[in-house]
């Protein structure tokens, strides 16, 4: 099954490979729906520009010319249409149907957005993110209105097939849910802080780690705790610079996940 | 030696009462040391408890702190005197009667602005709502006689508590969304269905309309002129100045594209044949 996207086909040969770049007087980088141009205006200052499916943005830059450097990497999808959540609400096309007592492990692919960051300088800095599927960067409520949790949001299944997913639009996530009940458990959404996830790329490519999810009997309460699954990084994949700060955050579902 | 030259030679008549210069500057001392203890405890206050309060809770009990010390020192520098205050409670007591009709508004703000802090109906910050008063906009302070909301035109209003206290107040800041609604009529030759998904699209346009809970969409009304929709959708609490301003334009520009008809108020008139009349 395939992933709702806009982009039927994209030729992967013209798309700009994520990592670092040397600012020379003109550089041009091309993403699905988004170019992305630095003009050299005078010493060390840079038009940068960026022409998006729905907006133009154009930011003067200055940089140290010696060391000018300009990083496009993978950013966690928190930033489009605007930083408002450290929360991700992934909901599966096809529900999840668990036995008791077993673990369902997969593969699924969430949105992610692409940054721009300023490489002059020990730690780089962001100056602009934007999103290859800008139609797809949206919000949803986990739980009630009254005490629920505004996450960013994206439809996703474990079936997907990966071929037809386009690079670099999403990233991988390796997901295993283990079900401690006796009996099954139906899972059609998860809830996780995607703050604390790394990113890390390699070409295109982009993998977000790992996530598990422990289904649990809480005060009678079923509920799915949330975790960080490590995953070992193979050699030669590099760590997105980030943001934001990770901020630790321990979650469970308590609002049902079916 | 200077103070027993003062007691000696120099008394002054306060209220019936003969003081001495002496006892006047150890009232003066008294007063003084009590407005410098009301100066530390308030002080200390602010600084080591007022961060674990609310703002405008700490801000009065700072208040009540300063100026509650510096009264009692004063009565304390009453009682010290030996000054017979029954005289004035006589003609205190007429006074309050006096006063108590002159600021009895006053008190009602003062006790409506203590039972607001224990209330809690809303924090500085939140957007709230007074319909009774029309009054939209940002708390900033609730303080002992009234309350101060930022309207969105800049400006900042003030409202005595006991108005506040007395009315219904709608916080829309203490959820993380809130929904829009509105109701749109399409003429009865329009496929309501198809009208429905027309509006949902127009919706799906907007970023900060969120995907779940999803918009909803109902028929509302058969109307005179008119088949009412009811569009209910939901959006990030702090952004409706994103989504509210052109929530309307999108849904008419949809309709527009899609040759859906908004009508005009409109009436059915009959004329009955002269014929059938006369018949």
């Known amino acids: ?258 | 030696m200077v103070l027993e030259f003062f007691s000696e030679y120099s008394t002054i008549n306060v209220l019936g009462t003969q003081m001495t210069v002496a006892s006047l500057i150890m009232a003066a001392i008294i007063m003084t040391v009590g407005v410098i203890v009301a100066r530390i405890i308030s002080t200390s206050f602010k600084k080591y408890f007022a961060a674990n309060l609310p703002q405008n809770t700490s801000s009065s009990i700072h208040k009540i702190l300063y100026y509650g010390i510096i009264l009692v020192s004063f009565l304390a520098v009453v009682t010290s005197q030996g000054i017979d205050l029954s005289g004035l409670m006589v003609a205190g007591g007429i006074f309050g009667i006096v006063l108590g009709f002159a600021a009895q508004s006053v008190v009602s703000n003062l006790f409506s602005g203590i039972f607001l802090m224990f209330d809690k109906p809303a924090q500085p910050g939140d957007l709230i709502e007074i319909p009774q008063n029309k009054i939209y906009g940002k708390l900033i302070e609730i303080t002992i006689l009234s309350t101060r909301i930022k309207l969105f035109d800049g400006s900042v209003v003030r409202v005595p508590n006991e108005k506040v206290f007395t009315s219904e107040i709608r916080n829309v800041s203490t959820s993380p969304v809130r929904r829009l609604e509105v109701t749109l009529g399409i003429a009865y030759r329009e496929d309501v269905d198809r009208a429905i998904q027309v509006i949902k699209k127009a919706l799906d346009r907007l970023p900060y309309v969120l995907r779940e809970p999803k918009s909803e969409v109902w028929t509302e009304q058969l109307a005179d002129s008119s088949v009412n929709l009811r569009v209910l959708t939901w959006i990030p609490r702090d952004e409706w100045d994103q989504v509210g301003p052109i929530f309307l334009k999108e849904i008419k520009k949809e309709f527009d594209n899609s040759g859906i008809e908004i009508p005009f108020p409109q009436r059915v008139v009959h004329f009955v044949e002269a014929k059938k009349h006369l018949g």
């Not at chain 1, 010319?65 to 609400?89: C, G, M, N, W």
């Not at chain 1, 492990?105 to 780089?124: H, R, S």
């Open chain 1, 1 to 258: 099954m395939k992933v709702s996207s806009n982009f039927e086909s994209i030729n992967k040969e013209i798309l700009t490979k994520f990592g670092t770049y040397d600012l020379t007087n003109e550089l041009a980088f091309t993403f699905p729906n988004n170019t992305v141009t630095f003009h050299n205006i005078s010493d060390g200052k840079f038009l940068y520009h960026r022409v998006s499916q729905n907006e133009e943005i154009k930011k003067i830059i200055q940089t140290d010319l010696a060391q000018a450097r300009v990083e496009l990497s993978p950013v966690l999808p928190l930033h489009i249409p605007s930083y408002k959540t450290d929360f991700f609400f992934l909901r599966f096309a096809d529900p999840l149907f668990i036995g008791g007592l077993t673990t369902m492990k997969g593969q699924v692919w969430i949105p992610m957005e692409i940054g721009v960051f300023l490489a002059d300088q020990t730690n780089p800095s962001a100056f602009d993110f934007f999103s290859c599927d800008f139609s797809n960067a949206r919000f949803a409520l986990y739980g009630s209105p009254l005490e629920g949790k505004l996450c960013k949001y994206a439809t996703t299944s474990l079936e997907a097939d990966h071929s037809t997913l386009e690079p670099p639009i999403y990233a991988q996530l390796s997901i295993e849910i283990i079900n401690e009940l006796e009996e099954p458990a139906s899972v059609s959404k998860l809830v996780f802080p995607v703050i604390d996830h790394d990113l890390h790329f390699h070409g295109h490519d982009v993998v977000m780690g790992g996530l598990q999810g422990i289904i649990k009997n809480t005060l009678g309460l079923q509920v799915m705790e949330m975790r960080q699954n490590n995953l070992p990084i193979p050699n030669g994949w590099c760590l997105a610079p980030r943001d934001i700060q990770k901020k630790n955050i321990d979650y469970s579902m308590e609002w049902g996940f079916s």
